[in-house]
């Protein structure tokens, strides 16, 4: 978040000094041990801020997209793992806050439960919005069975907002609320990925899962609103967020190792060649164009302008593409250094490959955009 003409909010206040002293100095360790980032979160929680979303009056701070957005901006600065999993979190809680019960509310609004998406399933990959898993009535409770194909937080969260068939109801999906320690529920195998490696983004099976049907989130058939009106432009937002702070950071390292860095035999910088210069300048430029977009979208949703829905999917195929982008140029100032770890270009290159094969896909948003500005309906 750009703040220098403008004073900084209280949720940033308590959150630098957490990414200065926690995420900052074990984002290096994160990615390479591929290490959930517990310490982080445990220290998110304690300052409230994983209660940034819930309503005040269940003891959260009771912050909407602009806030969450620019927290994980700013998370992902420091480390792009953490910020995956506080943007997940987030998505989850939108969802929880519109349809859980007061007392998870509670729990969420004061940091101690952790929640999560369950949606891409293996049957439907990233067309998260059909799942082909199945809620069934079984002797007064809920019979879950599935495959999901990638959650954040898999076994590190406490609860999933999970998606399947409806149990009765026409409609696409019913969402339901799944404790992590649910018999029946497994992970296959753990998460070895090339980049947010700490994420903990790992499969998840269900067989013969129980819950209540007090546990479900919204109306049988209901999920496809719930993910479209309510988990759609948190998650867009946040995951533009997400690039937003990764072509931050991966610009001012490759500024600052141009910078640093000398050609000997010429008296000069690498910041001093005209070629390395261009390269930066393209990178300030997608960067701020970016955060150009970001906020106008972020604009037209709080200000219901006739356009949010385009805003929404642009916004973070937009930014997930030009993360890749400044990435890529970050690795070409640097050269043959970006590819040692210490520099830090590197993790934020393979970090900022995610934004476009999650789901909604950029080449998805692509096509919602077109459909949109042809005047076609999004989905039939």
Known sequence: MNTASAARPAYLEVLTPIVDKVVEPSATAIDRNGAFPRAAVDALGKAGLLGLVSAREVGGMGEGHRAATFVVETLARACGSTAMVVCMHYAATAVIEAHGARKLREAIGAGKHLS???FSEVGSRSQFWAPVSTGTADTGRIRLDASKSWVTSAGEADSYVWSSRPVS??????????????PGLSIPAPF???GLRGNASSPITAKGVLVDPADRLGPDGGGF????????PWFQF?????????????????????????LEHLGQTLAEQPVTRVHVARMRIKTDMVRGLLLDAL???????????LRILEVKAAAGETATEVADLAMRVCGGAAFRREVGVERHFRDARAATVMAPTTDALYDFIGKAVCGLPLFG
Do not use: C, Q, Y
């Not at 719930?226 to 759609?232: Q, S």
């Not at 995951?239 to 001012?252: C, K, R, S, Y």
């Not at 709080?302 to 356009?307: F, K, S, V």
């Open 116 to 118: 999560t998406l369950a």
């Open 225 to 232: 609103d719930i993910m479209m009106g309510i988990v759609l």
């Open 299 to 309: 604009a037209a949703l709080e200000g219901g302008r006739p356009d949010t829905m």
């Open 169 to 182: 109801a026409a409609g696409a999906s019913t969402l339901w609320l799944v404790p992590r320690d649910a």
């Open 238 to 262: 946040m995951n533009a967020g997400f690039a937003l702070g990764t072509m931050e950071a991966v610009t001012a390292k490759a500024a600052a190792h141009a910078s640093s860095t000398r």
């Open 192 to 194: 070895d990925g090339l």
